[in-house]
Structures are given as C-alpha cells and as structure tokens.
C-alpha cells in the first residue's frame, strides 16, 4: 500500500533537513528540535515517523543502499565473474548518483560506517548467488576481495578521489582487476 502524498512529503522535510544539519554538524550535536524547526513540522510528526535521530540516519541509510544494490540481488555470481563491468558500473554509478546524500552522512568527521554496511550488504547478495566455486574458503575469500575492492572505489567515487578517471573507467579498471583475480 502506497503512503500517503502528505506522509511522503514529512518525511521528505525531515530527511532534508536532516542531511542539511548533518552537513555542518556531528549526528551527537543535531536535536529533534532543530529537525522539525527546518522541516516545519511538529515534534509528534517527527516522532510518528522516527523514534529518534539515530532511527532517522539508519533508515535514510537503508534507503540509500536499497538504491545503490537494487537490480543486482538476482544476478548470478557467474555472470560477474564473467563479465563484471555492467555489474561494477551499476554500483559505481550509484554511489556516484547518491554522493551528496553520503557525504552528508559521513558528516566532517568522515564517518565510514555506511561503507561497512554497504559491504556487508554486498557480501550478502555475493554469498546468496549461485555457488561458483568448490571451495567454500575460497569463495569467502573471493567475495571479500570483491565486496572490499568495489566499496572502498566507491568511497573514493564519493569523495571525489578516483584519480581522475570518469565512472566508467573506474569501473573499467575495477572489472578488469576482479576477472584477471578470478580467471
């Protein structure tokens, strides 16, 4: 069942004015208060949709990694090791497309807990595709090279620290390193 227009757009104001708070200050420094005051909503709007600033930061987390990984849950682990740029370009454009969003939770201080979830959510779609190798040890290996290489490029991407490449030779360059890796 879709939300309602008047729910979407509160919880729009609330995650906007969120990100802009979060831009100048530590996620400790941000009060309810001076969410519902840039948001021009009242605290039990606020309250109706999040149970404190912390709830706020994880759920628009989710939704940004939601939007980062969506179209890759079904793909087959052979289809990337065969072919890895149309799955490596998807990602990298991705965090490309949501880099202010993500800077505005790393915050000044550089926060890199959302790459961590990110990897970890990236292991976990790596890990429930077909089983390609005969090795389970292997296999772990393998996807924690993958799932660390690409994340960590894409912090980069984010911070605009990727060498001057544009987004599809940086994940040209990631591609070719993951299938010379694995053939």
Request: glycine share 4%; charged share 25%.
């Amino acid at each position: 069942m879709a939300e309602r227009r008047d729910v979407l757009k509160s919880k729009m104001s609330i995650k906007t004015a969120f990100l802009d708070l979060r831009k100048e200050k530590d996620i400790r420094k941000i009060t309810v208060t001076e969410i519902i005051d840039c948001a021009n909503i009242s605290k039990g709007t606020f309250y109706s949709h999040y149970t404190d600033i912390y709830d706020l930061q994880e759920q628009i987390e989710n939704e940004i990694i939601a939007v980062i990984f969506s179209g890759i849950e079904n793909e087959n682990i052979t289809a990337i090791i065969d072919e890895p740029f149309k799955w490596v370009l998807k990602i990298v454009a991705a965090f490309y497309n949501q880099r202010e969003s993500i800077s505005c939770l790393m915050g000044k201080s550089n926060n890199y807990n959302f790459f961590f979830k990110c990897e970890s959510e990236l292991l976990r779609l790596l890990r429930y595709s077909d089983n390609y190798f005969d090795n389970e040890a292997k296999r772990i290996i393998i996807d924690n090279c993958i799932a660390s290489m690409i994340v960590r490029n894409c912090y980069n991407v984010v911070k605009d620290e990727h060498g001057g490449t544009d987004l599809n030779g940086t994940a040209s360059i990631i591609s070719e390193f993951i299938y010379k890796m694995l053939h």
